[in-house]
Structure formats: C-alpha cells, structure tokens
C-alpha cells in the first residue's frame, strides 16, 4: 500500500482515480485537469429560479445533466427548494431589486468586450455597469445567505432533511464528476449515448472518490456561487432540522420519456459545444 509523503500514512485511492490521504488531507484538493473546466461548468448548470414581467412570472431553471443524476427525491427536495425562493424574503426576487439586478446583469452581459486602447468611454460605461452590480450584490450578501438556509428549510419540510441533504451532497459529488466527465469524454461519446455514458460514469464513482470530493467541499468551502453559503454549512443546518419525513413523495412510476426530445436537442448541443471549444 502507498504512503502518504506527507505524514506517512495509507493512501486511499481506487484506480483509475490518484490516491490522497485520509489522516492529511494530502492531494484531497485538486486542480482541473484540463482547460475546458469553464465549459464543463456551463453546460452542467445546476438550477436557477427568477422571475420576469410586470406580473413577475416565475421560472425555474434547471441542468437536465444536474437532473439525470438525481433521485426522485432529490427531485422533490430541488424543485421545493427553487419554488421556495418565490415566498423565502429573497429581496433579490423582488419587483424593484430584482428587476435592477436583471437589468444590470444584461447591460454587464451586453457591454463585455475584449477592450482596445481607444474605447475608454465604452469601457467605462461598462465598468460602471459592473460596478454598481457588484455593489448590489455585495448589500445583499447577507440576505441572500439567509434566503438560502431558509429555501433549504422549506425545501426539507417538502422533501424531507433526508432528500435534502442528499441533494447537497450530490451537488458536491454527483454534479462534480459530470464536470469531469464533460471534460474528458464528451467529444468522444456519441450524442444518442451521451446521457447513458454519463449516468454509467457518475454510477461507477467509488465511494472514496464521493468521500474525497466531500473533504475537498469543505476545505475549499465549496458552494454553488457567491450568493450561497457553503454547501456544507448548509448540510450541517438541515441536519439539525426535524423534518425526517417530507410532505411530498416523489411519484411512482415515472418514466421520463416526456424528456426525451429535449435532451436529445441539449445533448446535440453539448458534444457541438465540446467540438467548438477545442479550437478557441
């Protein structure tokens, strides 16, 4: 068995996968293996939740690869949690804030460029635009934290603290080796069997990779962007929540065929957006 060179202890690994140490924490935390992490991220986009119009519609938003990966439960505890941000006092889904904070965000998305000398009153509209979202953003720090914990707790009392947490750790597991999977294969796996390569991956991932992703999680104080908490902040809240049981069960029988169409539309678009990026 290989020793850890840092305190001499086992290594845990479970090959294809580099081993790290459990007493340690050596080689727990790792950098991307390759350039196309950024695209990886953004083809696997988790769930989002938003609203729009002057009737403030509601929209939820979700990763179909985020959705293959997930039980039925976990299902459930996500679309509770998403729904919740409609009535959690997020002030970031209200008419005024929210619609400021829309706005910005396409004006910030409309105005990046790669600046030349030359463009200085464009570029400092932009930048003020990037500004004044920053600093929005950063008022709300904290109240957006605490929408969040509260959008776990009703998510918890829909789903159950037991789906819930476990939507979490999928987060921080399940989501993460869709990221790596995307990554390395995604070119080379044929459209029509992209979804089914992927679940065979994410369902082959030992458990010390899963356990090795957790600690990384933690000490790199993982969360899903600069408006969460770290997820394992947020497993530990619902953890001491009394909601063993969720309100709502998961439905029987599902098949997911109403599915279909669109991901194969999404997979399409995925392997076309892997063969792009290899020559930018």
Known sequence: MTACPQCDQPLKSEPPYAGWCPSC??????????GKTRFARLQTK??????????????????????????????VALLAHEMAHSSNGDGRHGLVVGSALHSLGVLRDVT????QEGDGVSRLVAETFLAVLGLMELLLYRSAQR?????????ARAAGTTATISLLDALIT?????????????????????WTAIRSYVESLPES?????????????????????PTYLRMSRLAALPYEEGRVRAPGGASG????????RVAEAIREDAQSALYR
């Open 25 to 34: 924490d050596w080689n727990v935390v790792r950098a991307p293996s390759t």
């Open 46 to 75: 988790l769930a989002s939740f938003m609203t729009y119009g002057r009737r403030r519609r509601r929209v939820v938003e979700i990763g179909y690869p985020l959705w293959l990966v997930l039980t039925p439960q976990e299902r």
């Open 112 to 115: 990046r460029f790669d600046w």
């Open 147 to 155: 929408a969040e914990y509260r959008a776990d707790e009703l998510a």
């Open 174 to 194: 399940r989501a993460e080796s869709v990221h790596d999977f995307l990554d390395a294969s995604v070119v080379a796996t044929r459209t029509d069997d992209l």
């Open 209 to 229: 990779e899963r356990e090795r992703l957790r600690r990384a999680a933690r000490l790199e104080e993982l969360r899903v962007d600069r408006t969460h908490p």
């Open 257 to 264: 065929t109403e599915l279909a169409s669109p991901a194969a």
